[in-house]
């Protein structure tokens, strides 16, 4: 089943360059099986949700002290230890992302080098080198590649199938759709 321009006009009213993201969305859900109406609809919304409708492609990290507890609790337990990270995207996620998700230490800087980007959010080395294998394409050496719409829409299909993402979303979309 292939999407619609007025499918994805319902499911994601803000969307800009809807010609561009029609055709890349379409060819990442054949490419991973998002077929029927219930994945299509999960998936959709998982999407729109996570890139605020394609919108956003990227984590960009600039939050205040306060969001930063909240956040990152067992990090950040006083605004004290919030302060030198607030609104500094690359000190943060060095700090953060440090030694877990295949990264490095915070000197390494792959928390910043491997923060979160795509639709659907790709975040660790780790999980970069395994989209890499995934997709034929080398993230671990241009991270900033799952900016483009071909690359994000392929990723966000790629966890969408492989992290179980409709066994834990789907049911739920069904229902909503039903």
Same mark, same amino acid.
């Given at each position: 089943?292939?999407?619609?321009?007025?499918?994805?006009?319902?499911?994601?009213? $803000?969307?800009? !360059?809807?010609?561009?993201?029609?055709s890349v969305l +379409?060819? $990442?859900?054949?490419?991973?099986?998002?077929?029927?109406?219930?994945?299509? $609809?999960? *998936?959709?919304?998982?999407?729109?949700?996570?890139?605020?409708?394609?919108? #956003?492609?990227?984590?960009?990290?600039?939050?205040?002290?306060? !969001?930063?507890?909240?956040?990152?609790?067992?990090? *950040?337990?006083?605004?004290?230890?919030?302060?030198?990270?607030?609104?500094?995207?690359?000190?943060?996620?060095?700090?953060?992302?440090?030694?877990?998700? @295949? +990264? @490095?230490?915070?000197?390494?800087? %792959? @928390? #910043?080098? #491997?923060?979160?980007?795509?639709?659907?959010?790709?975040?660790?080395?780790?999980?970069?080198?395994?989209?890499?294998? !995934?997709? %034929?394409?080398?993230?671990?050496?241009?991270?900033?590649?799952?900016?483009?719409?071909?690359?994000?829409?392929?990723?966000?299909?790629?966890?969408?199938?492989?992290? @179980?993402? *409709?066994?834990?979303?789907? $049911?739920?979309?069904?229902?909503?759709?039903?």
């Amino acid at each position: 089943m292939e999407l619609s321009a007025k499918q994805l006009a319902t499911a994601m009213p $803000a969307l800009r !360059a809807p010609r561009v993201w029609l055709s890349v969305l +379409n060819e $990442a859900m054949e490419r991973f099986e998002i077929d029927s109406p219930a994945h299509i $609809a999960a *998936f959709l919304a998982q999407v729109a949700r996570n890139s605020k409708e394609c919108r #956003y492609l990227e984590d960009d990290l600039r939050y205040p002290a306060e !969001a930063l507890m909240r956040m990152w609790p067992q990090h *950040f337990p006083t605004l004290a230890t919030a302060r030198p990270f607030e609104r500094n995207p690359e000190k943060l996620a060095n700090f953060v992302y440090s030694n877990r998700l @295949g +990264n @490095g230490p915070p000197e390494s800087c %792959d @928390g #910043y080098r #491997y923060r979160g980007r795509g639709l659907i959010r790709i975040i660790g080395r780790a999980n970069y080198a395994s989209a890499s294998a !995934a997709l %034929d394409v080398d993230l671990e050496s241009q991270p900033e590649t799952l900016l483009e719409p071909r690359k994000a829409a392929m990723s966000a299909a790629w966890i969408w199938r492989t992290r @179980g993402l *409709f066994e834990r979303r789907g $049911a739920r979309a069904l229902r909503l759709i039903a």
